[in-house]
């Protein structure tokens, strides 16, 4: 079964909704609680879904969220996968609602909370990335290593930013970290997943392209 639920920072809501994450002193994003809310409510319903076993994994922006759900909610997220994540997020991206007043972000960076690790996380990052600097992941890192916390760390030599998502090895490892630590299995060997081929939406990273 597939599901799909926006919290309440999601776009194309009312400006009522994402108002929760506006204003001078921006609050911790709302959608962690909304995500686990239904989760918790779906399950009720629907026998097959088991709360005890959830995993997370995102790209970029996503792999903040996958390993911040993580740290911050370890009563329920169990496993994460995080890319190419932003992790010091509030002062290095800077993303915001866009008002006429600069929201001050006020949160911790993941590094600031990498204490709380219980579950099983693998940081992914690729050393050309070109967009969100692999500094970011090697930040957690230490981070994770000084509060003495065991992780997995996979560093492709050759992967930009926009390549993961749709490279087939990447998928491979993180549905195999999956199948390790949620199902307690061993993956299959011999599984190959192709490249996913750039969407034509995609524009051209420079003019001469």
Known sequence: ATMMFDGRE??????????????????EPAFYDDHIGAMRQLAKRYPFIDTE????????????RAARALLQHPEFY????????????????????PTAEE??????????????L???????HGFVDDDVHIAQTMQLA??????????????PPMLEHKQFWRHGYVHRKTWDYFVQHLLHQTPPEGITIPNAND??????????E
């Open 10 to 27: 999601a776009k194309f809501r009312s400006r009522k909704v994402q108002s929760v994450f506006d204003g001078k002193k921006a609050t």
């Open 53 to 64: 076993r959830v995993g997370i994994y995102g790209n970029s922006d996503g792999g903040w």
């Open 78 to 97: 169990k496993v994460a996968v995080a890319v190419a994540g932003s992790h010091d997020y509030g002062t290095w991206i800077g993303t915001k609602y």
């Open 103 to 116: 929201p001050e972000f006020d949160w911790p960076t993941n590094m600031e909370i990498a204490g709380q």
């Open 118 to 124: 219980q579950g099983k996380l693998l940081l992914m």
């Open 142 to 155: 230490q981070a994770l290593i000084d509060a003495n916390k065991d992780f997995d760390m996979f560093i």
């Open 199 to 208: 969407p034509p939406f995609r524009r051209p990273m420079h003019p001469a």
